[in-house]
């Protein structure tokens, strides 16, 4: 029987020989399949209203269009092909858009496509469970803007050289995944949380050469591990009134500071990130009842860690050498300290604790006066 398939394939390839033949038989002889691409093909900007699979034919470039390619449905892949969608910079504009204008669209997918010249380079505005992967975002305002957008994967994207940030999570954008994504060289933040983000987690990612590598503002419930914050102008992971934030297994070298955090963050974890060769390693100030426990803070210029107006926070099991200074509490009363090694310090190893003295590894516990 399979035999006498394949003699009405071939009968079929003689009687079409002239305009080639493409019918091939399945390997479990399902029936004939075709081996031509399903995609759409887009050439220009343009709305996409319907699900599918949609596949950029060549650039577009110096597009004037305010939203060049606007994603308005759910079910959506669109791939660049490693094209380009370009702009001329206008203000407003996007390279790329999914959902926003009232559309609130799933399982939307772009991939693989360079945007730059943009306000915001690709925008997802009420956007879930989609993904972002395998793009270029720059030369734009924002590479890559996440509005109101939830459950969505960005990764092993490059936001490079955009005017304000590199990736953005901004109103209640929850839940979002950020793997292994390159920020570099934007003018603020490279990776950049506001307005309530909250329940992302950004695991493997590098940010280096941006004025702050991965900055939190008022974003409570977030996670930032096994990231790679380096070589920024002022600081590698910066909390500002962030909560309830676990920043761990982070490498933190910047001209100033490795971990920042100010203005009320509080009960945090800082664990297990190695902080070396900045001003100060890991920084607080104004932010009581966070746990830093685990790091390593060395070759710092000023002080290891350093506490600044900053009440009840624990300090333990930290090997804090070779700094400046190791650790140093101003003004920040009831500080518990225990475990932490702290040894080969220019300057006072603890100072500002009761109890605390130069060069020591810190047994038991030391409460900061």
């Known amino acids: 029987m399979r035999a006498d398939r394949h003699l ?28 031509a691409s399903d995609a759409n093909r887009v050439d220009s900007c343009t709305t996409i209203t319907e699900p599918g699979r949609y596949e950029l034919a060549g650039d577009i470039t110096d597009a004037g269009a305010d939203q060049c390619i606007r994603i308005k449905s759910s079910d959506v892949t669109f791939d660049g092909g490693g094209h380009a969608v370009d702009g001329v910079g206008e203000f407003g504009t996007a ?16 991939r693989n496509v360079a945007v730059s010249g943009w306000d915001d380079g690709i925008r997802y505005v009420s956007v879930t469970d989609g993904r972002i992967e395998g793009t270029t975002t720059e030369d734009n305002r924002i590479g890559t803007f996440l509005v109101r957008s939830s459950g969505n994967v960005l990764a092993d994207n490059a936001a490079r050289e955009n005017a304000v940030h590199g990736i953005s999570l901004a109103d209640a954008s ?21 307005g309530g983000a909250t329940d992302n987690r950004l695991v493997d990612n590098v940010a280096r050469g941006n004025e702050m590598g991965v900055a939190l503002i008022a974003a409570d419930g977030n996670e930032v591990r096994g990231t790679a914050a380096t070589g920024n102008r002022i600081g590698g992971v910066w909390l500002s009134a962030a909560n309830d934030t676990v920043v761990a297994d982070n490498e933190v070298s910047n001209r100033f500071y490795g971990i920042v955090l100010m203005d009320g963050s509080g009960n945090n974890t800082i664990a297990g990130n190695a902080a070396t060769e900045n001003q100060v390693g890991v920084r607080l100030h104004f932010s009581p009842g966070n746990a830093i426990e685990n790091n390593t803070a060395s070759e710092n210029r000023a002080q290891g ?27 920040s009363g009831d500080a518990a300290l225990s475990n932490n090694v702290v040894r080969g310090n220019e300057r006072a190893g603890i100072a500002g604790a009761s109890g605390g003295s130069d060069d020591e590894s810190n047994g038991g516990s030391t409460r900061g006066g």
């Open 8 to 35: 009405a394939v071939v009968a079929t390839c003689v009687l079409v020989v002239l305009a080639g033949c493409s019918a091939v038989v399945p390997p479990d002889g399902d029936g004939p399949e075709t081996n």
């Open 95 to 110: 390279g790329v858009i999914a959902g926003g204008g009232g559309d609130r669209v799933e399982n939307v997918t772009v």
């Open 174 to 194: 929850d839940g979002n995944r950020l793997v292994n994504n390159t920020a570099a060289g934007n003018t603020l933040f490279g990776v950049h949380l506001v």
């Open 305 to 331: 860690i350093l506490l600044i107006s900053s009440a009840g926070n624990r300090i333990a099991n930290n090997t804090v050498t070779d700094n400046g200074q190791g650790i140093s509490l101003i003004d």
